[in-house]
């Protein structure tokens, strides 16, 4: 979570809109390059180089403004995020609003992304004094990047405007470390500038007149008192998630079954809303999950999808059911097409369900690698309900092959 501070904008210059391959639809859009030999002058985690805009999606009655952003690191900021994760601490990149009382848009909780082992987020700041409207997005990788690699991050937003005002979004890198306590990746440091900033009009369905805001900013004395609390919590339950050894399969395995002992607590203290991240041993098809959500009424806070994209290269992308459809196909093929992704299956999902299951799926659905309920405030004080990250692309990378696009499931 970003806490914003109080940016002074140095300059504007009028908007560039250019044409996308990815829509019909004209962009607003904006970019930066530090330099391919860049090392720190903004934060030694940024991209030294990327592109960030807009595009307008949807129909006469719900329109969608869709930010995206693509980036790339040199060799230098991958070997400091390395460094970095090896203190617990992950690359993040946040595309929010800058005014939290905002009501011209909220995001839909729709994302998608190519970074590696993506953990998404949003919230409406500032927490608990929001407005109902999600002014604030992230997607954290906890796993490494790579060099030279062209990587994107992109997220929908509900466009709300009346007429009366625009907006700012900015795009910003940041550095996230976990809370032991909610599961929940909070922003301790953050780029000293905006690496995008892009404006909207006032009125629904249109672009911005004026964009490309000059990024340069004041940095705030919290920032440059900024230092790093790495204090280890003490809970077994999360020491034990830290404690995998993620490119093992049988450490994997040592986990899961570390957890399921862990949940014979049920037995005796039966709850009907358990906070649980169900990690399956393959993509399942979108009918097959809404068998199974539906089989043990299942409620689903977000899942994840896996899709492949023209290169090869694994695409996540994330969401949340809508009223009447577990998984709402128009906007899953919306974000496909956007991705220019082929869809292969859920991988995971983030939900609630009466322990009273908990038993009966993991003695009986074969398509279920875990579920995980260490975030449950049976064992951690977790008041604002985050999940402890899915296990997928830790199995993935050692279970399950890529070869052309295609799924090869080894035996898990």
Not at 209 to 230: P, Q, V, Y
Not at 249 to 269: G, P
Not at 349 to 372: G, P, T, W
């Amino acid at each position: 979570m970003l806490k914003k501070k109080a940016l002074i904008s140095i300059g504007i210059c009028v908007v560039l809109c250019v044409y996308l391959t990815l829509s019909a639809f004209a962009a607003s859009s904006t970019s930066w390059d530090y330099g391919s030999s860049y090392k720190d002058q903004y934060g030694s985690y940024v991209p030294y180089k990327g592109r960030a805009g807009y595009i307008l999606t949807g129909n006469s009655t719900t329109k969608y403004l869709t930010f995206y952003s693509y980036m790339y690191f040199n060799q230098t900021v991958v070997n400091s995020i390395k460094n970095y994760m090896n203190q617990g601490l992950y690359f993040t990149w946040d595309v929010s609003n800058i005014n939290d009382y905002d009501r011209t848009i909220t995001a839909t909780g729709w994302y998608s992304t190519n970074l590696p082992n993506p953990k998404f987020d949003c919230e409406d700041d500032p927490f608990p004094f929001g407005n109902g409207f999600k002014d604030e997005t992230e997607v954290t990788a906890l796993s490494l990047v790579e060099p030279n690699k062209e990587y994107y991050y992109m997220v929908d937003f509900e466009d709300k405007r009346d007429g009366t005002s625009g907006g700012t979004v900015e795009n910003r890198a940041c550095l996230s470390e976990k809370n032991p306590l909610t599961g929940e990746y909070n922003t301790i440091w953050y780029s000293s500038r905006a690496q995008a900033t892009l404006t909207y009009g006032k009125n629904f369905g249109q672009y911005s007149i004026i964009n490309n805001i000059n990024n340069d900013t004041i940095k705030s004395s919290e920032l440059n008192d900024a230092k790093i609390a790495l204090e280890k919590n003490k809970s077994q339950i999360l020491d034990l998630y830290r404690s995998i050894d993620t490119s093992s399969l049988s450490s994997l395995k040592e986990y899961k079954n570390k957890v399921l002992s862990n949940q014979k607590i049920y037995k005796e203290n039966k709850k009907d809303n358990v906070l649980a991240t169900i990690t399956f041993n393959y993509p399942i098809s979108i009918d097959v999950f809404a068998d199974f959500v539906n089989k043990y009424d299942i409620k689903v806070n977000q899942f994840s999808i896996r899709a492949i994209n023209q290169i090869g290269d694994r695409v996540t992308i994330s969401g949340k059911p809508g009223e009447n459809e577990v998984v709402p196909e128009n906007i899953l093929n919306s974000m496909l097409d956007k991705s220019k992704a082929e869809f292969k299956g859920i991988i995971d999902c983030y939900v609630e369900l009466d322990s009273a299951y908990l038993d009966k799926i993991n003695d009986n659905e074969k398509n279920v690698f875990l579920v995980d309920t260490s975030a449950d405030n049976m064992f951690i004080t977790n008041e604002n309900k985050k999940h402890i990250p899915s296990l997928y692309w830790f199995l993935e990378n050692t279970s399950i092959k890529y070869k052309g696009g295609e799924l090869f499931n080894e035996e898990i």
